[in-house]
């Protein structure tokens, strides 16, 4: 790993990665990739996740082509000094800031969506000029066996490596010193990374997960009504079966409206996935034994498990867990206290909806806050009132894809954000560059100090330049 | 309270009053704990921070605007925007070479982002730490905004950051502007204990010999034939950081380096100012940060190769700095020699300049601010997504099929050819 590490360090040294050519060459590797390999990476996606090829096509497959293209398409835009005003007392002088690649990163990806989540953060990278070692999952093997065999047949082999291997593997790599760490993952595993990290004063972008709620208002318009349950459904359920850092964890309703929502979320369940789910080919699985185990845990507690109002079936060998809606489990439960990052979702109740902000701002902030409702000055004061990642009305998951928006967490969900121009601005450094010319000089600049000097600057630093012709033609006093 | 436009602005006149009501306190307290001269205490801590109010109270309401985004066909109809909130209670520990400025210019970007705000300042400057203390219970909101003094291992935090400087002094620039601006960007700047103050300077065999004479003619203009006894020099701020100093200069291989200066007073603790010339490389002054007013000259072959030297150094320096006519060797620098911000002939003015971002890199730090990058610097950057219910795509829902994959490609791709063609059932999946 050291040695691996060392021949990236010189790759980068000799600034083969600057070029703005070799940079549109990785990404238009990575597009080649993509399209050569389809039917791989369904293959692996579906072996890993159970996941559909629809599912995997819009969330992994679809985002990593369509992120390319933006890259390629304003990679000349981002990569230009942008030039800065200056006020006129620095005349003559130009200032401007330039973005530049940090060096080698390391990039740690999960196993929820494997491509994307490892991709993405590449493209970034890549973008901005820097040599990437990837980190895979191990929880998704066969992703992680794909992209280790893959990568180097597209991308630039002296420049990009993926590493795999299990938790000891990161360990080791923590201990090395990087110019930048992006990690996708757990709160838990984002503590250890930034401890290691912070021994070498590197600086890292943490994009973990939470619970994040829904809130649904009244909405008085029936059909407007069931587009909103259908979204909530979805943002719960087509997300790898609610295994993703940006699923819809709990949601929030007032105490009349909730019979309503309840049945509508049963009709789209039996839209979505038939009468009998488990048998159903478009539902994905959870990943393994170990999070089959931890979800299922959620439904032993007996208070909890009272609280169910439809579903609760699970099918250990096939890993599977059954679409499950629970009303008002006890607040203090595991499933209310840790995030669920499973198909089952709590309905609280609240007399009125305004009582969310309250109930949302007492919890760790989320990385999202979906909020449907009609009510203009409600969605102003969720917006103001409450802290998150992001927010998005009236929809689910579909933030995404906006690559115009910054990607990231705060407060327990992370710092630091990505997609779009926010990956290339995440690994690049944007230094500052002020040129000067040797006229005019300022005498006034040197010591020895006397207060005509001092006058001076203090006026200079003001922008008072009626005062400093005043006192330059005598006519001010000091 | 602290997220309302009114309650910033507030804090931010109260600071500007209380500079105005308590210069002569505040001057006094910098005498005290550094000599600093009250021209350099007006001018590097007062008037910028002052500056750095009055832009903040002028640009306050645009940055706390939202930022639109463009949305993408993939979540039409919907509109997008930024919305910058606070983060929410910030803590912030500041250095005792500029203890007045570096205490309150990241507090007037926290409170300009809606912040709740603890200050440390340094206890080496404690002086200043307990006006700090003082000033701020009277003129700013108690309930949010506190000062904690106290002790804290930080000494060792601060020397083991390399931020050396370097200057790259080409052959080919005007050499009088050139060495007056070194003189006053190193030892008239707190005596060179100043983050982005030179801490040394390359340049060619042929051309050390002009420069070093050139900086003794204008050390002697600017602070007299005693400079020890000058009004206008700093002092090294306590015993400590002193017997560093005095170790670097005594040590071997570098004590017979010395062309000018070496003086100096361990009861005042001033140190004169100190060229050195031809040091070797691996000395301690060239290696370790000197934060004084110690000046090593590094001597190169060829101008250019500075660069590597400096790109080879081990650590990535706050600021870099070259004087030179020569325009492809200005573009070489800029391109090639990383650092948190470079100055093409000058010292450390980057600093005023409010629309540059101010920070280091790799070893010299992470983050900026200055301007509105403090504002950023201490604000979440919230992302907000307006969806509306028409325009609901079933194709996004399970159950899954062939044509909705074909369907949703054509709209990723963007193409309209293709979405038609695939509602029409015409494209293959």
Not at chain 1, 23 to 33: D, G, S
Not at chain 1, 164 to 177: I, P
Not at chain 2, 144 to 156: A, H, K, L, M
Not at chain 2, 394 to 413: C, H, Q, V, W
């Amino acid at each position: 790993m050291e040695e691996t590490l060392a021949e990236l360090r010189e790759t980068f040294k000799s600034r083969r990665t600057r070029p703005v050519a070799w940079r549109k060459k990785q990404l238009n590797a990575i597009l080649n990739l993509i399209h050569d390999n389809e039917d791989l990476i369904f293959k692996a996606l579906y072996k890993d996740l159970g996941k559909h090829p629809t599912e995997a096509f819009r969330d992994e497959v679809g985002v990593v082509e369509k992120s390319v293209r933006d890259s390629l398409s304003c990679l000349e835009k981002w990569v230009a000094p942008k030039k800065r005003p200056l006020p006129l007392v620095f005349f003559p002088a130009r200032g401007e800031v330039l973005p530049e690649p940090l060096g080698v990163v390391l990039i740690f990806s999960s196993w929820n969506f494997p491509i994307i989540l490892a991709l993405e953060p590449v493209i970034g990278a890549v973008s901005a000029g820097n040599a990437v070692v990837l980190k895979p999952s191990e929880l998704a093997p066969a992703c992680s066996k794909f992209l280790k065999e893959t990568i180097p047949l597209y991308l630039d082999k002296q420049a990009i490596r993926v590493i795999d291997g299990g938790a000891d593997v990161g360990e080791k790599l923590l201990n090395l010193k990087w110019d930048k760490i992006f990690f996708t993952g757990s709160p838990r595993v984002g503590r250890i990374v930034l401890t290691a990290a912070a021994k070498h004063l590197t600086p890292v972008t943490l994009e973990l997960g939470g619970k994040c709620p829904a809130i649904l208002d009244t909405i008085s318009n029936s059909a407007e009504m069931k587009v909103a349950v259908k979204r909530i459904a979805g943002g719960k359920w087509t997300p790898h079966i609610g295994q993703a850092c940006i699923a819809i964890d709990y949601v929030l309703v007032q105490e009349h409206c909730a019979p309503t929502l309840i049945e509508l979320l049963k009709k789209s369940i039996r839209e979505f996935y038939g009468e009998n789910p488990k048998d159903f080919k478009s539902i994905s699985r959870i990943v393994n034994k170990h999070h089959f185990e931890r979800v299922h845990n959620l439904l032993k507690d007996p208070e909890v498990a009272s609280s169910i109002v439809h579903g609760g079936s699970v099918d250990e060998e096939k890993l599977f867990i059954e679409p499950t809606i629970l009303v008002n489990p006890p607040l203090d439960s595991e499933i209310m206290t840790e995030e669920i990052f499973g198909p089952l979702l709590p309905i609280i109740t609240l007399k009125d909806i305004e009582e969310s902000i309250e109930f949302i701002n007492s919890r760790p902030k989320p990385l999202v806050i979906y909020a449907f409702t009609k009510d203009e000055a409600f969605k102003r004061k969720v917006l103001s009132e409450t802290s998150s990642g992001g927010v998005t009305f009236n929809d689910a998951i579909i933030q995404f894809i906006c690559d115009s928006l910054p990607f990231g967490g705060v407060g327990q969900s992370g710092f630091g954000r990505y997609h779009g121009k926010y990956s290339f601005d995440t690994f690049s450094h944007e230094k500052a560059v002020l040129y000067r010319n040797f006229f005019p000089e300022i005498g006034p600049r040197y010591p020895p100090w006397n207060a005509f000097k001092l006058l001076f600057i203090r006026l200079i630093y003001r922008y008072d330049y009626v005062g400093l012709l005043l006192l330059l033609l005598g006519l001010k006093r000091y | 309270k602290t997220r309302s436009y009114d309650w910033r602005v507030t804090q931010l006149k109260n600071m500007l009053r209380m500079m105005d009501e308590r210069e002569a306190e505040i001057i006094a307290a910098l005498r005290d704990d550094l000599s600093k001269h009250e021209f350099e205490s007006c001018i590097y801590e007062i008037a910028m921070l002052k500056n750095s109010c009055k832009f903040a109270l002028k640009e306050l309401k645009h940055w706390m605007l939202p930022e639109k985004a463009k949305t993408p066909l993939t979540s039409f109809p919907s509109s997008a925007e930024i919305v910058s909130e606070p983060l929410g209670v910030v803590l912030i520990i500041s250095a005792w070479n500029y203890p007045f400025l570096l205490s309150l210019d990241p507090v007037v970007g926290a409170i300009a982002a809606g912040n709740a705000v603890v200050l440390k300042p340094s206890e080496i400057a404690p002086v200043t730490s307990s006006l700090l203390f003082k000033l701020v219970g009277e003129y700013l909101d108690r309930s949010s905004i506190r000062v904690i003094e106290g002790t804290v291992p930080e000494t060792t935090a601060l020397l083991e950051q390399k931020w050396d400087c370097p200057v790259v002094v080409d052959s080919d620039t005007n050499l009088q502007v050139t060495a007056k601006r070194i003189i006053v960007g190193k030892w008239g700047c707190n005596s060179g204990q100043t983050c982005v103050a030179p801490d040394y300077i390359i340049t060619t065999k042929d051309y050390a010999s002009k420069l070093v004479d050139a900086l003794k003619h204008d050390l002697e203009q600017f602070y007299g034939k005693n400079p020890l006894e000058s009004e206008y020099m700093s002092r090294v701020v306590n015993s400590n950081h002193f017997s560093r100093l005095t170790r670097l200069l005594d040590e071997d291989k570098v004590s017979g380096k010395i062309v000018h200066g070496g003086e100096r007073d361990e009861k005042t603790l001033k140190i004169a100012p100190t060229i050195l010339l031809d040091v070797p490389r691996d000395s301690l002054i060239v290696n370790e940060e000197i934060f004084g007013p110690l000046l090593p000259i590094v001597i190169v072959d060829k101008v250019e190769d500075s660069l590597d030297f400096i790109n080879s150094s081990g650590g990535k320096p706050l600021a870099a700095y070259l004087f030179t006519n020569n325009k492809k060797l200005k573009e070489q620098f800029v391109a090639t020699v990383s650092a948190g911000g470079l100055v093409v002939n000058d010292i450390a003015l980057h600093l005023a300049v409010h629309t540059l971002p101010f920070g280091g890199v790799g070893e010299s730090g992470m983050g900026s601010y200055h301007g509105k990058f403090s504002f950023d610097a201490f604000s979440h950057k919230k992302a907000v997504l307006y969806r509306s219910f028409a325009g609901e795509a079933p194709l996004r829902y399970p159950p899954y099929s062939k044509g909705k994959l074909r369907l949703m490609k054509a709209i990723f791709a963007g193409s309209i050819f293709g979405i038609i063609s695939a509602l029409l059932g015409w494209s293959k999946a």
